[in-house]
């Protein structure tokens, strides 16, 4: 098992930064891929990025790209999202997840079995 604790979430002006944190323990040594969902009111969890364990290689989804980077320090079994350039539609819950797989869909919330609680992004205009 793996419990996955976030934190550094709040408020902001649109156009500031944030960076999130997610702490790992348990068996974190069985994670492949660790990165970050969100959740806005009424809509679906929707993937953010990721980064790989072992080598460090990111992902991210298309309205991220550019602003948002996903870097993680194995020694401290941390994963860190650095979210810049802020925009009031990045308001949202914003989740830590974990999985053991390697060659799946990296965007399926479903191939990711370990989640946080959730820490709250709120970007003001």
């Known amino acids: 098992q793996v419990q996955l604790v976030e934190s550094g979430g709040g408020l902001v002006q649109a156009g500031g930064s944030l960076r999130l944190s997610c702490s790992a323990s348990?068996?974190?040594?069985?994670?492949?891929?660790m990165g970050w969902f969100r959740q806005a009111p009424g809509k679906e969890r929707e993937f953010v990025g990721v980064?790989?364990?072992?080598?460090?290689?990111?992902y991210y989804a298309d309205s991220v790209k550019g602003r948002f980077t996903v870097s993680r320090d194995n020694a401290k079994n941390t994963v860190y999202l650095q979210m810049n350039s802020l925009k009031p539609e990045d308001t949202a819950v914003y989740y830590c997840a974990a999985r053991k797989t390697y060659y799946t869909d990296l965007t399926a919330k479903g191939e990711y079995s370990y989640w946080g609680q959730g820490t709250q992004v709120t970007v003001s205009s």
């Open positions: 980064v790989r364990w072992s080598g460090g290689v990111t």
């Open positions: 348990g068996r974190p040594f069985s994670i492949s891929y």
